[in-house]
């Protein structure tokens, strides 16, 4: 079964104990909180 990349963004993301502007912040803000959301949706 394939996975979204918005699901393996997730489980990474979680698995990481990041939170979305967590990452956001270790990406250094060249993506956004808010599009790591809607990947995720």
Same mark, same amino acid.
């Given at each position: !079964?394939? @996975?979204? $990349?918005?699901?393996?963004?997730? =489980? %990474?993301?979680? !698995? %990481?104990?990041? =939170? @979305?502007?967590?990452? &956001?912040?270790? @990406?250094?803000?060249?993506? &956004?909180?808010?599009? $790591?959301?809607?990947?995720?949706?």
């Amino acid at each position: !079964m394939k @996975l979204h $990349i918005g699901n393996r963004i997730k =489980s %990474a993301r979680i !698995m %990481a104990g990041l =939170s @979305l502007r967590e990452l &956001s912040a270790q @990406l250094e803000g060249i993506v &956004s909180h808010t599009a $790591i959301k809607k990947y995720e949706d």
